[in-house]
């Protein structure tokens, strides 16, 4: 049973289950029918009677008529019965009798059998004989002259025996047909079906094999549980795609951005061991190797932070946080930074709630404020505002420094991107760009207007 196909296993259950209900319904049919059948009889028999009913008549005369009726001696007169009396109708027997149960006319094919049933009124009496049951119908006629003297209808249940025979024989191969029928049917939907789940495997093992994460399990439209399936397969296989994409990116990023400390460290420590140099010339070399280490630790850390925000990790859980008090603290200590004499002013609206990360939240402005110290010109201003309206929250960081070239302003959120390298400051060219990526990841977005020689403001929008 376990090496069997799904297709199979299904077929096979819905085949056994059809079969159940069939068998069962089977016998509910000849149940019914043979009630319906027994009913049947019953009425045809109180109607054959109920119509012979009318067929006698009590006739004077001293030389009855000659038609095509029939005429018995009853007393001095006659018993003027209808030639319709005389058919057999539905194999109900008709015969006419005596209240003492003396026999005067018609066909009774047990009436050795019934010599001592009593008669009963418009009802319903049952007899077996011989292994066969007999239905009895008794009626007392009314009428002139016509005071004791009974009719009596007979019919055989056996006469609904070729009916349920005919039904018997019709189900017999009618149900089977239809469960080979809807099972052949029950098959070729499964495999049909199932169709879906052959593909999705064919193609994660295409995937498995060739290592192409890019490659997508196309169902063509549809929201039935296969294609959800295959909507979180393409969904975890674009996960993948993103995280080793991710990886590649850092990998050649770090391999790129590390060179040239690694080359400037490497140089220093082989000028040093040429030969023997002087204190100083050895204190200038271990300040060039420090500079270098910490510009190499702080670029590793940032990218490692860019890397775990770029996979959206649960490393920064959002919480509701007072946005006013938190950007203020850092306006006020990044105030006294006062770097070439550049001033920082704020004008923050207080008491704006928000749900976010709160050391996210603080670096995006620690970075922007940073570029705006970078950019800025001596003795310029940075201009930091906070607002809110029902919609969004802003935040905005201008400077008054030497602004962006229209061409650079799309790049300068990428990665290591830097428009000036050789402006002041040792930036690792991660700022702007983990600051969008924690915009994103609060759901917001972060653009620039910029004008060269008058400076830049970057906005940050979000819902909050």
Known sequence: ???????????????????????????AVLSVSNRILHKTIQDTLIEAVENNVDEIEFFISASPSNDTDYYLPYGDDYLEIDDDFLDEVNDVYTSLYRSDGSFLYGENPISKYTPDLEF???????????????????RLLSGEALDGLWLRGIVSEEQGNAQMSAIARASLILLPAFVILSSTGGYLLAKKSLRPIQQISE?????????????????????????ALADTFNEMFERLDAAFEAERRFTSDASHE????????????????????????????????????????????????????????????KNRLNLSGLFS????????????????????????????????????????????????????????????????????????GIGIAPEDQEKIF???????????????????????????????????????????????????
Not at 126 to 138: A, R
Not at 275 to 295: C, H, N
Request: hydrophobic share 35%.
């Open 120 to 138: 009963q009124d418009a009802g319903i009496q049952q007899l077996k004989v011989n292994g066969t049951l007999y239905y009895i119908y008794d």
């Open 329 to 400: 603290s850092i306006c006020e200590d990044m105030s006294l930074i006062g770097e070439r004499g550049i001033t920082l002013t704020t004008e923050l609206e207080p008491d704006i709630l928000a749900v976010g990360n709160r050391d996210l939240l603080s670096r995006l402005l620690v970075n922007l404020i940073s570029n705006a110290y970078r950019y800025g010109k001596d003795n310029g201003h940075i201009f930091v505002t906070l607002t809110r309206t029902q919609e969004q929250i802003t935040l905005s960081v201008a400077d008054d």
């Open 203 to 227: 193609t994660a093992s295409q995937i498995g094999k060739g290592g192409d994460l890019k490659k997508r399990i196309d169902l063509g439209s549809g929201s039935d549980e296969l294609h």
């Open 258 to 317: 590390l060179r040239t400390p690694m080359s400037a460290i490497l140089a220093q420590c082989e000028l040093s061991l040429e030969k023997t140099r002087s204190p100083e010339e050895y204190e200038d070399a271990l300040r060039v190797i420090y500079r270098q280490g910490r510009r190499m630790s702080k670029l590793i850390n940032d990218m490692l932070d860019f890397t775990r925000l770029e996979l959206k990790a649960d490393t920064y859980p």
């Open 414 to 464: 990428r990665r290591f991107y830097q428009a000036d390298p050789s402006r002041y400051g040792n930036g690792t060219g991660l700022g702007l760009s983990m600051a969008a990526e924690i915009a994103q990841f609060h759901g917001g977005n972060i653009r620039v207007e910029s004008e060269l020689q008058k400076g830049s403001r970057f906005i940050f929008t979000f819902h909050g």
């Open 1 to 27: 049973m376990k090496h069997l196909s799904i297709r199979f296993k299904i077929t096979l259950w819905f085949t056994a289950a059809l079969i159940l209900v069939v068998a069962l319904s089977y016998f």
